[in-house]
């Protein structure tokens, strides 16, 4: 397997390309050889290369004498939430995510749920490459049990949840694995329909993420049904996109600002985590509200970090991650569904008056290409650039704060590429922004 498929915290590649059935034997083997304990929870996402993913990487970790608890056809939630109430030695999710469907992968749970970083990818990368593998003799391969989690993964969540106010709700699944999410809505008491509910390898023809282009079918049924809400999940359904009763989408940052204003007024730890690239107004909002903002690099195994140290009552990536520490320490679609139900439920005007009420501006986003060899040197240009122009947070790439705009740009972790992002009162005055800062990273690009 080639080492351009170990991301930062998970595997992902072209299945029969990228990435082959002998492969999952030897990540299963891998992650079974280093894991301290017996027992691990596997489960599987809806690809059609998966069950047989799953099945591959069960035999490598029974190779090392390691029992597994299999849950099947799951969500990440629901690997994560096994591996957190299970009491096994971790969890392997067969996945990969919004990815398109020939695509497979791996993510890997801690006992407590939260992600596997990097170091422990290059430690399992190393040991696929050189070994050693742990190896039972033949009276002492371990076993494989089939566990359902399902119920307790939904009562888990609607025991927590509020509902003060039946809601009418439309809920995309993208033929994927975050079924559960509906399941949970009704049995809060909600009136909800579900869009592509059926799991399909192939994802109905779209590829399973929640993009403006995805959405268009939920756009129209939430303003059909005249819905107090919409949501979507992704692929493997640890994200959640939200759509307002207008059909509009709904920006991660905004959902972040609304919730923790919910949170804060139910008493919980006034400290939310959120990622560098959400919007700088985030950061002005919670503490008006009598809160702080802890920054975060992009990333799940960061984010997760934090929330564990810091004890934030929630959490946010602009991708739509969204982290509730009462629950557990991991990301969770259907959970995310579920506590913003509770937040509108008790909203005294239409959900798009609330979000017009933020304060946000508007975006604008774009990229630079530079060679992979460069990416890095080229950052370093920018970050040294960008510090003298004024208030700047450097822990991912570098934001830049102006009195009348944001702009950050970082460098793509799996592309040749540095993405800005920008957000000023007006379009034009961000696409004016965006369009003066991809000159001059362009500049300094063309000096290295």
């Not at 999410?181 to 994802?203: I, M």
């Not at 509009?248 to 008493?267: N, P, S, T, W, Y």
Request: hydrophobic share 40%.
């Amino acid at each position: 397997m080639e080492k351009h498929v170990f991301r930062a915290y998970d595997i992902r590649g072209i299945y029969g390309k990228e990435i082959f059935a002998q492969d999952a034997v030897k990540v299963g083997a891998g992650l079974g050889s280093f894991v301290d304990g017996d027992t691990l929870v596997v489960g599987h996402d809806a690809r059609l290369s998966s069950p047989l993913m799953a099945k591959a990487a069960i035999s490598g970790i029974n190779s090392c004498g390691k029992d597994v608890k299999f849950i099947g056809l799951a969500s990440t939630p629901e690997v994560f939430f096994a591996t957190y109430t299970l009491g096994v030695a971790g969890g392997l999710g067969v996945g990969a995510s919004h990815n398109p469907p020939q695509y497979c992968g791996f993510k890997f749970a801690k006992p407590d749920g939260t992600e596997y970083a990097d170091d422990v990818l290059k430690r399992l990368y190393s040991v696929m490459e050189k070994g050693p593998y742990l190896s039972a003799g033949w009276d002492r391969v371990g076993k494989v049990e089939e566990v359902g989690v399902r119920e307790a993964y939904v009562q888990n969540i609607v025991s927590k949840v509020l509902s003060k106010k039946k809601l009418k709700l439309v809920v995309d699944v993208m033929n994927g694995c975050g079924g559960a999410g509906g399941e949970v809505l009704r049995k809060l008491g909600h009136d909800v329909e579900v869009l592509n509910g059926t799991p399909d390898g192939n994802f109905g023809g779209k590829t399973p993420e929640p993009t403006e282009g995805n959405l268009k079918e939920l756009s129209r049924e939430v303003v059909a049904r005249k819905a107090d809400f919409g949501c979507a999940f992704d692929g493997d359904g640890d994200r959640c996109v939200f759509l307002d009763e207008k059909g509009k989408i709904i920006r991660a940052d905004a959902v972040i600002m609304l919730m923790a204003q919910h949170e804060f007024a139910r008493g919980k730890n006034p400290v939310v985590v959120a990622t560098v690239n959400c919007s700088q107004r985030l950061e002005n909002f919670v503490r008006k509200k009598g809160g702080r903002v802890i920054w975060s690099k992009v990333g799940r195994v960061f984010i997760d970090k934090l929330v564990a140290e810091t004890g934030a009552c929630l959490a946010g990536e602009e991708s739509s991650h969204f982290w509730f520490s009462e629950f557990y320490p991991f990301s969770d679609g259907p959970l995310a569904a579920a506590k913003f139900s509770e937040m509108v439920g008790e909203l005294g005007a239409p959900l798009s008056l609330e979000v017009s009420t933020l304060g946000l501006g508007v975006e604008a986003k774009g990229k630079v290409a530079v060679t992979e060899s460069a990416k890095w040197k080229v950052m370093e240009a920018v970050v040294r650039e960008l510090k003298k122009e004024g208030e700047s947070v450097d822990i991912d790439g570098i934001k830049l704060v102006k009195d009348d705009y944001w702009v950050i740009v970082r460098a793509s972790n799996t592309e040749p590429i540095l993405k800005i992002n920008v957000e000023a009162e007006t379009g034009e005055r961000a696409e004016l922004v965006l369009a003066k800062y991809r000159k001059k990273i362009e500049e300094l690009a063309g000096k290295l």
